[in-house]
């Protein structure tokens, strides 16, 4: 009586030890949990139709306020070269990278820079707030111009430069003011006659952009 106990003890650490030696050698891939899933990437080939927009066809006339409280149109700025980033104030990632970028491009290009004006459209929804626009563009470089519309003014001037905007649908994040616009990150170059000569993203470094400008104002 006492040794069928032992033995039955014994038979079922055999049963066990030879349970967990089968899932050893099976590995994985023969249990649904745990399995390892390798990712595979595929994308879907172009038919190289698309063309981005012309430079030329990008831009107009529009009338927004300056950060000081001033109504100003294009025309305000006839005679100088516009350097137009489109963003909104409360941004604490492309919009600060793109400006600071922006600003070292023109303190590089000395006295050059000095017919360009620098601008900052804010395109969020919500209604202009002039004093925290102006402390935005305040960060960066000293001729820098916050402009910001009502609805319909704001409206206009992303359609006529074909500026993408939308709220992300996730929560806001921690370092921003609000909830998070996802937007275009391009600056558009203008000339003095209010053509739109290049545009290009927020990426390029300032020795990038400084030779990007440099170029497009000795070519007019």
Not at 15 to 43: D, I, N, Q
Not at 138 to 153: K, M
Request: glycine share 8%; net charge positive.
């Amino acid at each position: 009586m006492r040794i069928m106990p032992l033995v039955q003890a014994v038979r079922t650490a055999v049963r066990l030890a030879v349970a967990v030696w089968a899932c050893t050698a099976l590995g994985p891939a023969a249990h649904g949990h745990g399995s390892v899933v390798k990712e595979t990437y595929s994308a879907t080939a172009s038919d190289g139709s698309y063309r981005p927009p012309d430079p030329a066809s990008l831009g107009g006339s529009f009338e927004l306020v300056d950060h000081s409280g001033r109504t100003v149109t294009d025309r305000t700025y006839r005679g100088k070269w516009m350097l137009i980033f489109f963003g909104f104030a409360g941004c604490r990632e492309a919009c600060p990278v793109g400006l600071e970028r922006m600003t070292a491009a023109l303190e590089d290009m000395g006295a050059d820079a000095e017919q360009i004006q620098p601008m900052f459209i804010d395109v969020d929804l919500a209604k202009p707030d002039p004093k925290a626009l102006a402390q935005f563009v305040s960060n960066f470089h000293p001729r820098l111009v916050g402009l910001a519309g009502n609805r319909r003014q704001n409206f206009h001037v992303v359609r006529i430069f074909k500026v993408r905007r939308e709220y992300g649908h996730s929560g806001w994040s921690a370092k921003e003011t609000g909830p998070r616009l996802d937007h275009s990150t391009y600056f558009y170059l203008v000339d003095p006659e209010g053509r739109t000569r290049t545009y290009f993203y927020h990426t390029l470094s300032p020795a990038e952009m400084a030779a990007t400008l440099r170029r497009h104002m000795a070519a007019r």
